[in-house]
């Protein structure tokens, strides 16, 4: 735990997602061995993402949804997301059961409030999503 805490540099977020990911099997500590740790809350994104999205077209299909909402100069509800995800397209209309779907695979970065409003689960993930570091991967951006 001490690894752990001094990895952590204070941050508490950082300790709460790696204990997430080991909790749900995604990072297995093996005698000892922190290796395997991200070193930052760029990694522990990255990772993430990773593990829901195996592909860039798995990622492609909700990334206009992750867009909108992070475009969004106000908060704006699942159906508001919906109207302007499907003025997107020209071609066919998307259907509801369809986009609540996509919304369902991102719905652990992009959260529903208590007024029925989504927005990103912290701004650590909003700022990655929009840009990153030098050397960071470009993958999700």
Known sequence: TSFLV????GSFL???????????????IKSGSFKVLPQ?????YHLGFN?????????????DILSIS??????????????IYSAL????????????????????FLVMRKDGSVMCCHP???DWLIRRREGDSTKFL
């Open 6 to 9: 001094s990895r952590a540099n």
């Open 14 to 28: 950082y300790v709460k997602l790696v204990l997430d990911f080991i909790e749900r099997g995604s990072l297995v």
């Open 40 to 44: 930052n809350l760029s990694e522990i």
């Open 51 to 63: 593990l829901k999205f195996s592909s860039s077209h798995s990622f492609d299909q909700v990334s």
């Open 70 to 83: 992070l475009a969004s100069l106000q908060p704006i509800n699942l159906l508001e997301l919906f109207n």
């Open 89 to 108: 397209s020209v071609k066919s209309e998307t259907e509801w059961k369809d986009f609540k779907e996509q919304y369902q695979l991102i719905s652990d």
């Open 124 to 126: 650590t993930l909003r």
